[in-house]
């Protein structure tokens, strides 16, 4: 089933509809794969069957549960890779927003 294949796309979509910037198209990759890891989270360590179900069902536990479920080979491994790249890049951005407020303060 491809509902979780469709949701990624479907958030990827809108960060890429309401992004203007190069930073804002990082921090909503950022964003989605933070969301799907609580989301897993939620999944293993709520015992409620229905949640757990739904979540499992419908939900990625992460970007690279995506990526490696329906690529394979290289292509799976040149995507990782991008991935990889852009979570730096998310951290060098989450970094250095967090070096800038502590000068003002």
């Known amino acids: 089933m491809y509902v979780d294949l469709i949701i990624f796309i479907a958030l990827i979509v809108f960060v890429i509809i ?4 190069f930073q804002t198209y990082i921090f909503g990759i950022g964003a989605i794969d933070i969301f799907f890891r609580v989301l897993a989270f ?3 360590n709520i015992p409620i069957k229905g ?3 739904y979540i499992s069902g419908y939900v990625p ?3 690279s549960e995506v990526i490696n ?3 394979d080979g290289t292509i799976s491994l040149l995507l990782i ?3 990889v790249i852009i979570m730096i890049i998310f951290l060098y951005f989450v970094i ?3 070096i800038k407020r502590k000068r003002i303060g």
Do not use: D, P, V
């Open 69 to 71: 479920k329906y690529t």
């Open 61 to 63: 536990e992460s970007i």
């Open 96 to 98: 250095r927003i967090f």
């Open 18 to 21: 309401y992004s203007k910037h």
């Open 42 to 44: 939620l999944k293993n």
């Open 81 to 83: 890779w991008a991935y």
């Open 51 to 53: 949640i757990k179900g």
